[in-house]
Nanobody, 124 residues
Framework: QVRPVESGGGLVQAGRSLRLSCTVF???????????MGWFRQAPEKDREFVAA????????NYGDSVAGRFTISRDSAKNTVHLQMNSLKPEDTAIYYC??????????????WGQGTQVTVSS
């Protein structure tokens, strides 16, 4: 079983930065690094939104339109960890942020394993 666990959420003022991390746990013989990793977010009464994804090769990345140029996704394969650096945060970035393992695709349904989420709140 593959289990992503997010950390790093919190309350931050608009214009500031925050870094989320996601460590992926699995069985000893599970090649966790074969998965692409994605970040999604969901605000109250809204659909889950694609934020960013990083390919299993650790090089190719993809971003949602609302965060492109402000957020950066990266992965540390040796530590089975993916990071999401969020700069120039806006109040509309407020949401629960989820880490997921699976495809390199913006559609949530293409990801097989999901974390519990971490709350990010941006005050104006």
């Amino acid at each position: 079983q593959v289990r992503p666990v997010e950390s790093g959420g919190g309350l931050v003022q608009a214009g500031r930065s925050l870094r989320l991390s996601c460590t992926v746990f699995g069985r000893t013989n599970t090649n966790i690094n074969k998965f692409a990793m994605g970040w999604f977010r969901q605000a109250p009464e809204k659909d889950r939104e694609f934020v960013a994804a990083i390919h299993a090769n650790g090089v190719d990345t993809n971003y949602g339109d609302s965060v492109a140029g402000r957020f950066t996704i990266s992965r540390d394969s040796a530590k089975n960890t993916v990071h999401l650096q969020m700069n120039s945060l806006k109040p509309e970035d407020t949401a629960i942020y989820y880490c997921a393992a699976g495809s390199y695709h913006p559609q949530p349904s293409t990801y097989d394993y999901w974390g519990q989420g971490t709350q990010v709140t941006v005050s104006s």
